[in-house]
């Protein structure tokens, strides 16, 4: 595993993080096989873990104490985030700083996060949504800053709504945060426009989410799939989403060199970016971890696939069923 700086943190963080939305709640998961996958992924070098109150009401927070508990040897970086008050995602231009993240509910999650997991501190405490019009309220970051004081986290971030790179910038800019959780991989490549050029300036860290766009970018999705009832990916990928999406991973299927998987392909892509500090795959599943990590001492992919790959670029605007 190799290890890159976390921005003005200072902290050395493992390239493959580790996301826990996956096991907080999608259909499927099983606690032993997500522990056993996290414990292996902490022996491999992986020692960066995103979770969030709101993936499975802090069931997701609770595997991650647990995970950092039974490696009192290992530091292990804890990040999660704060759920918005209205419980919307995604977040829209007329919701309010006060709707989302007045200071009393600011304190009252971050509690709650800290007593799911059962630690004294988070590493990097996040807003689950945001917009950059939240600024103007001196009182959100105040908050933050506040309990940041008290020990009770260690960094400040946001978590940028899906394809929205434009709407962090401001944040970024401000000097008040050490962290973005932003979509980056082969189709969404936008955050290079304006959000990665601002966290170089102000050295904030950059973890890249959903690295395989949800699922599209492995490569196993047909304009068939479905999935079991309740699991969120139904409403996700509609017929509209999901043959579009198809369409443009088999685009990408004669690129994929031979001996070489695309989810592969798609890690080593993101590696490629510098300004990226982590890369956090979803996997419960112990194949996946090990698969995943491998692709970090593989490193960046070659120049010419990289700008083959770059011209695939997928900008979308969030519409009905984006979340
Ligand atoms: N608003 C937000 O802040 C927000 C939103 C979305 C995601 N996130 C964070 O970003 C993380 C990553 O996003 P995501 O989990 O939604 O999507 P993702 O990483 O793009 O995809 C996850 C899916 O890929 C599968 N997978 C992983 N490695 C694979 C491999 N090598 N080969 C084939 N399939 C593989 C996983 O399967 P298994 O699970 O079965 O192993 C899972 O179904 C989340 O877990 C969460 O921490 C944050």
Not at 12 to 27: F, H, L, N, P, V
Not at 195 to 212: N, T
Not at 214 to 220: A, M, S
Request: include cysteine.
């Amino acid at each position: 595993m190799q290890y890159r700086r976390f921005g003005r943190t200072d902290w050395q963080i493992s390239e493959i993080g580790y996301g826990m939305w996956g096991m907080g709640g999608w259909t499927g998961s099983d606690d032993d096989q997500s522990l056993v996958s996290l414990q292996k992924a902490v022996e491999l070098g992986c020692n960066f873990f995103d979770t969030a109150w709101g993936y499975g009401e802090g069931h997701s927070e609770g595997l991650l104490g647990k995970l950092v508990k039974a490696n009192p040897d290992k530091k292990l970086y804890a990040a999660t985030k704060i759920p918005p008050k209205n419980f919307q995602w995604p977040s829209k231009r007329e919701y309010t700083s006060n709707d989302c993240f007045p200071p009393d509910h600011i304190e009252e999650y971050v509690e709650s996060s800290l007593k799911n997991a059962g630690l004294n501190a988070f590493d990097l405490m996040q807003f689950h949504t945001w917009e950059d019009s939240w600024l103007k309220d001196e009182k959100v970051l105040q908050k933050m800053a506040d309990l940041k004081a008290q020990g009770l986290f260690h960094a400040i971030g946001i978590s940028i709504n899906r394809w929205e790179p434009w709407n962090g910038v401001q944040a970024v800019k401000s000097g008040l945060i050490d962290a973005v959780q932003v979509i980056y991989n082969i189709f969404d490549q936008n955050p290079k426009d304006e959000l990665f050029p601002a966290c170089r300036e102000q050295d904030v860290a950059v973890i890249a989410r959903v690295p395989f766009d949800e699922g599209t970018l492995t490569g196993t999705l047909t304009k068939e799939s479905t999935w079991p009832e309740g699991d969120w990916r139904n409403t996700y990928f509609v017929p509209e989403n999901l043959n579009s999406s198809v369409d443009n991973a088999d685009a990408l299927k004669p690129l994929v060199p031979e001996g070489m998987t695309m989810p592969e392909m798609a890690l080593r892509f993101i590696l490629g970016e510098s300004t990226v500090s982590t890369i956090i795959p979803g996997m419960r599943q112990l194949r996946h971890v090990e698969a995943n990590i491998a692709t970090s001492d593989k490193g960046a992919l070659n120049d010419s696939l990289m700008a083959q790959l770059a011209e695939h670029r997928w900008d979308r605007e969030p519409t009905e069923w984006s979340q």
